[in-house]
């Protein structure tokens, strides 16, 4: 009897750490990496890589086009998964041959953009092309990044430029059962003043960012506070380190804003400035999973 239990328990083992949890998908211990701490951009070898480093999910980038990197962008331009169906069917097939699931995409082209203004059209295109590129991979979140010119921390204008974007671009997400994650270097605050604009749409959260947001409140404290209602996912990322845990990121504080929240959507590493070390940092998301109670 006593050697019975000893190997179901051993099966059990096996599979949550495999898994994360029995649920699997959207688990409490989900840890993911975001593409571009793997040194990559849309390119579907980064799956197999995300493996090789010891992850059960990746974010994958939709693309960052050579033509939008010269001003002003062409209102013309899209990206190559908008336009070749096979770049995207390549990444599914990739994530059912190696075990990895796309937790999300990050529409990181944006972050050239002035939306609601000079580059609307071009803005709404990749918008709606990553959304569709989700809807095909049955991923459930974009992230919807603004760390260029479309920034709304301090102008109003911004703000409420930025919201009439999302009235027109909401519908089509809500259509495609895609929800809009925001991530900016702005106030968590400041982010659900946009989400209060427009109502709390069922499908526009948070996503939100351990190291960006460091300097700007006390993430444990947001993370308690609207964790649970209004973050659709998390970077966890280093605040002034290359390794989360190692600077100004308090591990056991982080795991219990975690839990009061009530956190079990996936945890994203994300590579930064100050370096790019995805097994490091997997072995500490680990460790912050390991002291959730």
């Not at 979140?141 to 919201?163: H, I, T």
């Not at 997400?173 to 209060?196: F, S, Y």
Request: aromatic share 8%; glycine share 8%; with cysteine.
């Amino acid at each position: 009897m006593n050697k019975l239990m000893i190997f179901v328990g051993a099966i059990v083992t096996v599979f949550f750490t495999a898994s994360g949890t029995a649920e699997g998908k959207e688990s409490r211990s989900g840890i993911a990496v975001m593409e571009t701490a793997l040194g990559k951009s849309a390119d579907v070898s980064s799956i197999l890589d995300a493996k090789t480093a010891g992850y059960s999910a990746i974010q994958m980038h939709s693309g960052n086009p050579k033509s939008m990197r010269k001003k002003p962008i062409d209102p013309a331009a899209g990206l190559p998964i908008g336009e070749d169906p096979s770049i995207v069917k390549s990444w599914k097939e990739a994530s059912e041959q190696h075990g990895i699931e796309i937790t999300s995409l990050c529409a990181g082209s944006l972050n050239r953009c002035q939306i609601f203004d000079r580059d609307r059209e071009v803005s709404m295109r990749i918008a709606k092309q990553t959304i569709d590129a989700c809807h095909a991979l049955d991923v459930k979140v974009m992230l919807f990044p603004f760390f260029g010119p479309s920034n709304f921390q301090e102008s109003d204008e911004a703000l409420n430029g930025v919201a009439e974007f999302m009235k027109e671009l909401l519908p089509y997400a809500t259509a495609k059962d895609v929800v809009i994650g925001i991530e900016a270097p702005v106030t968590t605050v400041r982010v659900l003043e946009l989400l209060e604009l427009l109502e709390f749409p069922t499908h526009m959260k948070v996503y939100y960012d351990v190291g960006n947001l460091f300097e700007k409140e006390d993430i444990y404290e947001t993370i308690r506070k609207y964790g649970k209602e209004h973050f659709c996912e998390i970077h966890i990322k280093a605040s002034g380190h290359s390794v989360v845990g190692e600077g100004q990121i308090d591990l056991v504080k982080l795991a219990e804003a975690l839990d009061a929240a009530k956190y079990d959507h996936w945890l994203v590493y994300e590579g930064n400035r100050n370096g790019k070390d995805p097994i490091a940092n997997r072995k500490v998301i680990e460790k912050i999973v390991s002291l959730r109670k």
